[in-house]
């Protein structure tokens, strides 16, 4: 069974070149949200095992939407992707249950060794 991924990002742009860079691992993409309020609507129906999450969104921003599927489900893997490259924020995230954290600009090889990482990670939990 194909592990289920939800991207959350503003950009339609960004949404899509994740969407695409991860047909490498066979990822079954069950949701894409703009906001952190539509991410939380559609974590709940589809209950993804992976979320790439963006930080900076309109409605709810990234860390508080971290922090609502972190609730939710204590086991979801989140790999933040955000231009936010700062130290606080990443540290942040992480202490809210992301598990990574990719800078904007990214390469498809970029997100795809930090998806790796990710599922690698999980495998051994």
Do not use: W
Request: negative net charge; proline residues 3%; hydrophobic residues 45%.
């Amino acid at each position: 069974m194909s592990k289920r991924l939800m991207i959350v990002d503003d950009s339609n742009i960004i949404r899509n070149k994740i969407a695409r860079a991860m047909d490498t691992y066979g990822l079954e993409i069950v949701g894409m949200a703009s906001n952190g309020k539509m991410a939380i609507e559609i974590f709940v129906e589809t209950r993804p095992q992976i979320v790439t999450m963006d930080l900076t969104m309109p409605e709810m921003d990234g860390i508080g939407c971290i922090r609502a599927i972190h609730a939710l489900d204590p086991a979801v893997r989140i790999l933040v992707v955000s231009a936010l490259a700062d130290k606080a924020t990443a540290i942040q995230a992480l202490k809210e249950g992301a598990q990574g954290f990719l800078c904007k600009p990214f390469t498809d090889d970029d997100l795809t060794a930090a998806t790796g990482e990710l599922l690698d990670e999980e495998e051994y939990d």
